[in-house]
């Protein structure tokens, strides 16, 4: 496993991190997803990403239960809030209270008491920007949060946010979690070259696409048991399956195949291509799979090849 620093700050995260939307507490049971978890350690993986929205929980409680036979100072956890855990008024949004109470019900389902990195979900347009980052900034000085970060947020969004923090003389945030792959780049046409600039690092979820990057679905292929043949956990694959995506995937396969290595393998080291990205978030539901997407980690892909991939899947402008 290699490891890279996250932005401008001291923290080293590996480059291969283990997510667990839609699998951990949802599509894969408690015992398997204590065998992933442990797999992922033992290849080298320390981040360990989550959400308190992740099945409702279930997903924190999943890693919890596993995780504190590690010891703690050997892992980065994170986990984010924004989106509506209950129906309750206050009880979704960055604001000052739910933010605080985010981070207490992530504490006690992770059975930790402290998290490594804290992460806005989303941006919140109802509550101001200044009252989010001194909610971290109280956190961390408490001592419950290291640092922070956002996710799917703008380089107006970030910038403004790394402004404020300034003059209120409180943490910038660290990092942005955005959707970025082969097949989904606007990411470097504002937000990359924006937090290169103000520090922050990126670490990306998927990478692979929901799994089409994997070559999996080329010519029209529809594995039993893959996310696409589920109902609920592949209802936000149609995007990556619509409008001859599929036929530009598979113009990629010979690229892998000259490398030698796996279409996975290739996805994930082009994102690690850029030295903005401090990791890339894969989800597994076996120690196989994992093992698979680690291989990826320190990979260096020739300039040809980047710009062969270039060609089918253009730049933002390009």
């Given at each position: 496993?290699?490891?890279?620093?996250?932005?401008?700050?001291?923290?080293?995260?590996?480059?291969?991190?283990l997510g667990s939307w839609l699998t951990f507490g949802s599509a894969v049971d408690v015992s398997d997803s204590a065998k992933v978890i442990e797999a992922a350690y033992e290849m080298g993986i320390n981040f360990f990403d989550t959400a308190d929205v992740y099945a409702t929980g279930a997903a924190e409680e999943v890693l919890g239960r596993t995780l504190r036979a590690i010891p703690r100072h050997h892992l980065v956890i994170a986990t984010k809030c924004f989106f509506a855990m209950s129906e309750r008024p206050n009880d979704h949004g960055?604001?000052?209270?739910?933010?605080?109470?985010?981070?207490?019900?992530?504490?006690?389902?992770l059975q930790t008491d402290y998290?490594?990195?804290?992460?806005?979900h989303r941006p919140d347009p109802d509550t101001p920007v200044a009252e989010t980052v001194r909610a971290y900034d109280d956190l961390i000085r408490a001592g419950k949060v290291l640092y922070?970060?956002?996710?799917?947020?703008?380089?107006?969004?970030?910038?403004?946010?790394?402004?404020?923090?300034?003059?209120?003389?409180?943490?910038?945030?660290?990092?942005?979690?955005?959707n970025y792959s082969i097949m989904r780049r606007s990411i470097e046409a504002s937000?990359?070259?924006?937090?290169?600039?103000?520090?922050?690092?990126?670490?990306?979820?998927?990478?692979?696409?929901?799994?089409?990057?994997t070559g999996k679905y080329c010519g029209g292929a529809m594995p039993e048991g893959s996310r696409a043949t589920d109902a609920k956990h592949g209802r936000w694959m149609q995007r990556y399956l619509e409008g001859g995506e599929l036929a530009r995937v598979e113009r990629l396969l010979p690229l892998a195949d000259e490398l030698g290595i796996s279409m996975s393998q290739l996805a994930l080291a082009w994102c690690l291509r850029d030295p903005g990205v401090s990791s890339v978030i894969v989800g597994a539901t076996s120690g196989e799979q994992l093992a698979e997407n680690c291989k990826a980690a320190g990979q260096k892909l020739p300039a040809d090849v980047l710009e062969k991939i270039d060609d089918v899947f253009a730049p933002p402008g390009g």
């Open positions: 496993m290699e490891y890279r620093r996250v932005g401008n700050c001291g923290l080293e995260v590996s480059e291969i991190s960055l604001s000052r209270k739910h933010i605080f109470e985010s981070v207490e019900g992530s504490l006690s389902r998290l490594d990195i804290h992460q806005c922070w970060g956002v996710s799917e947020w703008s380089a107006e969004q970030i910038a403004e946010a790394c402004g404020i923090a300034d003059d209120l003389r409180a943490p910038r945030p660290i990092s942005n979690q955005p937000v990359l070259p924006e937090s290169k600039r103000l520090g922050l690092g990126q670490i990306v979820f998927s990478p692979l696409a929901q799994g089409v990057l």
